[in-house]
């Protein structure tokens, strides 16, 4: 029912251009989630969709109809929709109670339905007890639940959320992530979050659009992001990664001191001259031993150059030829090899992604 | 969601809007900047440029030099000036020997009774400083003079050596009460120079005395510098003092020149060529304070500044405290005894006897006499009206230009103009403000208006920095809050703003309030029969030598101000004066 189109979306301040060419389309009860390093441009979209800020180019759509455009906006106070910031901007002038009713107030809510859905919301995020507190008497998730509850109240076509999360230490923020979760999926709302942290917007999101110098590079649901990224700025910015680039041989790639079958990286074997491909440090294994030959997996001979234990896995670092960088993989404890050790790097093919620049 | 549906339907925007479509979209804040423009050219350019006008005027209207041939052709007129100059760099040097000394100990050392000296500093800031001009009046006046009756009477001397009415007499009493602004800033920029520069220096075999001299005051030099140009303006734009201790002692400075010009008939032309210096000299220092204080470089200036410990002074601290206590019962306590002995006395010169003693002088001013009465009532109403539209004011203009609702530059002008009064010395604009509303088509003069707006101007600047330091605490997010949530921008002012910005305003408020109730600068020149102020009274009472009654007025002065101050200690906590008269 609500659905929120950006069709060509641009914003230039100052001749910087911030947001180049948006195109970004929400179903009705989406989350979708803006994710990207600071200065990408996903907090200007988001001002940008709260009408905050007028877009340079493109419109913006909400059910059908234009609410942004070069040439006027419509105001935020006429969006019905609500936003959670940064800094929660609980009013410090009202309690809880009041924080929560102000925007039942302004649609001019009867009192007794104002009173009822109140409490309710105020239950669902646990706050009843504090409804006469003032916000500075709060903790920083109490506040954070404040936020979440006076812009859930409303019944806001599109929620939107910036950043909600930074300010809170973090076992809050992880136990943040569930709840926000918990509330999309228990009022099937259309919300846009603006996060530069993965993590968060891999528990929270539907689709994740993984923005990068005002341009989205990707946008997939997480499983696909992580496992499937399009460009080298994505494979990077979710999780870890190793990059090679090789040539094209005939029916192989040449990656300086190993090769893999061209078939291995593309089902149909076309290829570009220049290849470049991410590996997960998970795609690799590493074995004592030269394992018979499989389908979708290649073997090339290798050695530990680093290890590193973190408690829940090794962290090893292995050259595969002279000339090359070397690749992390990510083993698990049992796995323990020496450095310096000579062992057998096993990839999953299907774990080998090309990515572009 | 109904709600949303209607107003989104109503509201969806078509490609290009109608008139009607366009007005309903177009931000009403342009109201308000207009508006500001407008009363800032009211009360700011149009009295500056006046100014600048008559100068160039004769009776008729028809351009002429002659008002400047007549300001410095005769040497009377040059003395004045240079006496002015001298009076500055006097005055600044002694407040340098007064306040920076005392910082240092309040701020770095383990100096006993530091809470004492604060409290006389703060006295001495509260007293008005015509009132500390007639205190000294009665400390050092020639023959009747406490002090030299004190000499007198020590010694044997059938003559005390004092004289206040002299150069030397004006320059100390102008230092008492300009030294507080050298403390407030050298001791705020010592606040922030962090000890482990001192360790830095110990460490390296620099006893303290050498780490103060090459560390320490040097980081805070540019403060210090500052503060000197404060003072000097200070000194040179002051009129009360000067008034009471210059002309009976025989000599003029510029705003004493000025204000004979004023002597019936006015001579407004000449008066506003005459004050063209003050205000270059004005304009031209501020900038230069502004960049001596604002330079970068001095990192320690900016940082947090890291642990402080107090520097233990051993048996020095006596002497130490023995300076504070000789400067501020300069500056505070032996004014302050004598006029509250004059004015609880039938004749301040009988002395200390119990028989001296009355409660009539205070009796008589608030409650028989209808003058001072009156005057009571003028000096709390219009300063209080210059106060709430000063500072209605400068909040419209601290918000629109925060909230960037104007252009970079309407917004730079806003700011521009709403500061410009700070260079403007009292007596200055004074004068603009009599040749821009003496004549139609805007006659303002002989009303109360005139003094008003007068005062709404002087302390405009007050108010803008408050406001402005206001807003900007205010973080823009809880405004977008409630326009997320469907309230307009006014709604949002009306509900977050207003009541989130009430304690800090009331604070502000004060902070203007408390300057225009002891105002004399600008009144002597705007003032008429029908809208005499207390300072404008305490003034003409001077002429007849009646220091019983002047001196009760200040103390009713002084006792209203005080209130007032701690009512701002309640609303904004300790030294919230000290903290933004001076910026």
Not at chain 1, 17 to 20: E, S, W
Not at chain 1, 228 to 231: D, E, I, K, S, V
């Given at each position: 029912m609500s659905q929120l189109v950006l069709r060509n979306v641009g914003k230039t301040f100052a001749k910087a251009?911030?947001?180049?060419g948006l195109n970004l389309t929400l179903r009705d009860g989406e989350l979708v989630s803006l994710l990207g390093?600071?200065?990408?441009?996903k907090t200007t979209t988001l001002r940008m969709i709260a009408g905050f800020i007028n877009p340079s180019e493109g419109t913006i759509e909400l059910d059908g109809k234009v609410i942004s455009a070069p040439q006027s906006s419509l105001p935020?106070?006429?969006?019905g929709m609500s936003m959670i910031f940064q800094s929660y901007?609980?009013?410090?002038?009202?309690t809880v109670g009041e924080n929560v009713a102000f925007g039942l107030k302004l649609q001019k809510v009867s009192a007794a339905e104002m009173q009822r859905r109140v409490d309710q919301i105020l239950d669902i995020v646990k706050l009843r007890h504090l409804r006469?507190?003032?916000?500075?008497?709060?903790?920083g998730g109490q506040q954070q639940r404040v936020a979440l509850a006076r812009a859930i109240v409303v019944n806001p076509k599109v929620l939107l959320l910036d950043e909600?999360?930074?300010?809170?230490d973090a076992n809050l923020r992880e136990e943040m992530r569930f709840e926000i979760r918990r509330l999309h999926d228990e009022f099937a709302m259309t919300m846009v979050y603006v996060t530069h942290d993965q993590s968060e917007a891999m528990v929270t999101s539907d689709r994740i659009a993984v923005m990068n110098q005002g341009r989205i590079e990707q946008i997939d649901a997480p499983f696909e992001l992580y496992g499937?990224?399009?460009?080298r700025f994505v494979a990077g910015f979710i999780g870890r990664t190793n990059f090679l680039t090789g040539a094209r041989r005939e029916d192989a790639v040449d990656f300086g001191g190993f090769r893999l079958p061209a078939r291995a990286l593309a089902a149909d074997g076309r290829l570009p001259q220049q290849v470049q491909v991410s590996i997960r440090p998970q795609g690799i294994q590493l074995l004592r031993d030269k394992p018979a030959e499989r389908d979708n997996r290649c073997c090339i001979e290798a050695s530990i150059a680093r290890r590193a234990y973190l408690g829940e896995s090794w962290d090893y670092h292995i050259s595969l030829a002279p000339a090359l960088e070397p690749l992390r993989v990510s083993a698990r404890p049992a796995e323990v090899f020496e450095v310096g050790q000579r062992i057998y790097a096993e990839i999953d093919t299907s774990q080998i992604t090309l990515v572009s620049d | 969601m109904a709600y949303v549906k209607t107003t989104l339907e109503e509201a969806a925007l078509p490609a290009a809007g109608g008139f009607a479509q366009r007005w309903r979209h177009w931000d009403k804040t342009s109201i308000v900047w207009i508006a500001a423009i407008a009363i800032l050219v009211l009360l700011v350019v149009n009295p500056l440029l006046r100014l600048l006008v008559v100068s160039f005027q004769d009776a008729e209207g028809a351009f002429t030099l002659a008002n400047y041939v007549g300001a410095y052709g005769r040497s009377r007129h040059v003395e004045a000036l240079l006496h002015s100059l001298i009076l500055g760099v006097s005055a600044g040097t002694l407040c340098l020997l007064f306040g920076v000394p005392m910082a240092w100990a309040l701020s770095r050392t383990d100096m006993p009774c530091k809470g004492l000296v604060w409290i006389a500093i703060l006295g001495t800031f509260i007293i008005p400083p015509y009132l500390g001009a007639v205190g000294w009046i009665l400390l050092a006046?020639?023959?009747?003079?406490w002090l030299n009756k004190l000499v007198v009477a020590l010694t044997?001397?059938?003559?005390?050596?004092?004289?206040?009415?002299s150069m030397p007499g004006l320059v100390l009493v102008v230092a008492c009460y300009s030294f507080p602004y050298v403390f407030v800033l050298t001791k705020s920029a010592l606040d922030l120079v962090s000890s482990e520069m001192e360790d830095a220096a110990n460490i390296l075999g620099a006893g303290h005395l050498r780490t103060t001299f090459l560390v320490t005051l040097p980081l805070v030099l540019p403060s210090i510098l500052g503060a000197f140009i404060l003072v000097f303006l200070e000194a040179i734009a002051l009129f009360g003092s000067p008034a009471l201790i210059a002309l009976p002692g025989r000599f003029h400075v510029v705003t004493t020149q000025l204000w004979q010009f004023f002597?019936?008939?006015?001579?407004v032309g000449l008066a506003a060529a005459y004050a063209m210096p003050l205000l270059a000299i004005t304009i031209l220092l501020f900038w230069l304070q502004r960049r001596i204080t604002h330079?970068?470089?001095?990192v320690s200036l900016t940082g947090k500044g890291g642990e402080r410990r107090p520097i233990?002074?051993?048996?020095?601290k006596w002497a130490v405290l023995g300076w504070c206590l000789l400067v501020t019962s300069l500056s505070f306590f032996m004014p302050l005894v004598v006029i509250c002995q004059a004015a609880f006395a039938?004749?301040?010169?009988?002395?200390?006897?119990?028989?001296?003693?009355?409660?009539r002088n205070v009796y008589a001013i608030v409650f028989e006499n209808a003058l001072t009465r009156t005057a009571t009532w003028h000096t709390f109403l219009y300063a209080g009206t210059a106060s709430l539209i000063a500072l209605v004011l400068a909040l419209c203009i601290a918000y629109v230009t925060n909230r960037q609702l104007v252009n970079r530059h309407v917004g730079g002008a806003l700011g521009f103009l709403t500061m410009a009064?700070?260079?403007?010395p009292g007596i200055v604009l004074a004068i603009g403000f009599y040749a821009a509303y003496t004549?139609?088509?805007?006659v303002l003069y002989g009303t109360a208006w005139i003094l008003i707006l007068a005062y709404t101007t002087r302390f405009l600047p007050i108010a803008f920095v408050n406001s402005n330091a206001a807003i900007r605490s205010i973080n823009p997010e809880l405004e977008e809050a409630v326009r997320t949530l469907g309230g307009s921008r006014l709604v949002a002012i009306r509900h977050v703003v207003v009541p989130v910005l009430k304690r800090s305003m009331a604070g502000a408020f004060i902070l203007v309030f408390i300057p225009a109730t002891r105002e004399l600068s600008t009144a002597i020149f705007l003032y008429s029969i029908n809208t005499q102020v207390l300072s404008v009274l305490l003034f003409d009472k001077s002429d007849e030598g009646n220091f019983e009654t002047l001196a009760s007025i200040g103390l009713v002065l002084v006792v209203i101000t005080v209130t007032l101050i701690l009512a701002g200690f309640r609303l904004m906590g300790r030294d919230f004066m000290l903290r933004r008269t001076v910026a």
């Open positions: 251009k911030v947001v180049d390093p600071s200065g990408c441009g935020p106070e006429k969006r901007a609980i009013w410090p002038n009202m006469d507190r003032y916000p500075a008497e709060l903790s909600p999360l930074s300010n809170l499937r990224p399009r460009t | 006046g020639p023959n009747a003079g044997g001397m059938d003559k005390g050596p004092f004289n206040v009415y002597e019936f008939p006015p001579q330079r970068r470089g001095y233990a002074l051993g048996p020095w039938k004749a301040w010169g009988r002395g200390w006897s119990l028989d001296n003693l009355t409660l009064p700070f260079v403007v004549r139609p088509p805007l």
